[in-house]
């Protein structure tokens, strides 16, 4: 890969009080989570888990706590419920469909835990274009916040801003408000999924902008595997309202391999499919990618 110009990358400081393990949660599956507890509330538990940080889990899914390793008694209210998390990531791809190329990529996100709120930012940037050229239109910019409601059950929303030379737009922006619920969170893997509307709007190079209002489903999957590998697969879908032809699904498939407690190696496959694309552009892109991502 001709790589002429590089990245710097923005980093994110995270500090959380420190507590010994030692304690264990188990939930109403049989599941145990070992780690210490940070707060629990009337509906909620928030658990420092030894494998996967902070967890967010319903009340009502918990079995037991047992909490003799921690050294502090914390205060059970929901406005102590604040936890910080981040990631940053760099990886090399393999492009096929409307371009083929090799690419550099960086990827920063964070999760930001205060009460009952949920916020989360994530930054990608592909720095290669055709022709091993540095590219200025293929990168994305996103922010979510989701509302614990009760019982697993949460509100969504969100914004997007991007660009992507591969489909020939120029700039995209989104927004988004969905109803979503989190079937499980624990130790060994999540699963969530929200629906609800969300506005597009998608500038082309030659044809104009593109406004509508879609139906949006996504979901989001992660499984712990053997020596502590993991696998995630995440999707979105969107058809607008007004015409069912019009629509756009996107899905994400990896596999992350630990090498420390901060640091590991990810394989995935990034698949998009529109059936409305720009005039002689084929409706499938794909993206292999290689990458190690640093989390804390």
Not at 178 to 202: R, T
Not at 215 to 229: H, I, P, V
Not at 257 to 272: A, H, M, Q, Y
């Amino acid at each position: 890969m001709n790589i002429t110009k590089f990245l710097y990358v923005l980093g994110v400081t995270f500090s959380i009080a420190g507590f010994a393990h030692g304690g264990q949660i188990v939930l109403n599956n049989g599941d145990t989570v070992k780690g210490t507890l940070v707060v629990k509330t009337e509906r909620h538990v928030v658990w420092k888990s030894d494998s996967f940080g902070g967890l967010n889990i319903p009340l009502s899914q918990v079995a037991s706590i047992d909490n003799s390793g921690a050294e502090a008694t914390l205060p059970s209210t929901a406005d102590d419920k604040i936890s910080l998390r981040g990631n940053v990531g760099l990886s090399g791809s393999y492009l096929a469909g409307n371009q083929e190329r090799e690419n550099l990529e960086l990827d920063v996100g964070f999760s930001f835990q205060d009460g009952k709120a949920r916020h989360t930012a994530k930054l990608n940037f592909e720095a290669i274009g055709q022709d091993n050229e540095p590219t200025e239109y293929d990168y994305g910019i996103t922010y979510g916040v989701d509302w614990s409601i009760s019982n697993g059950w949460y509100w969504n929303n969100n914004a997007s801003f991007s660009a992507d030379d591969k489909r020939q737009i120029d700039q995209s922006i989104s927004l988004g408000s969905h109803m979503g619920y989190q079937f499980w969170e624990n130790d060994k893997g999540s699963l969530s999924s929200n629906v609800g509307l969300k506005w597009i709007s998608d500038k082309s190079f030659y044809s104009g902008t593109d406004e509508r209002l879609a139906w949006a489903w996504s979901s989001d999957y992660q499984k712990l595997l053997f020596s502590r590998a993991s696998l995630s697969y995440s999707h979105q879908l969107n058809v607008s309202t007004e015409d069912t032809k019009n629509r756009q699904l996107s899905a994400d498939i990896g596999l992350s391999i630990p090498v420390t407690d901060k640091l590991d190696t990810k394989i995935s496959l990034d698949w998009s499919y529109d059936n409305q694309p720009e005039e002689g552009l084929e409706q499938i892109d794909s993206k292999v990618n290689f990458g190690i991502n640093y989390k804390w």
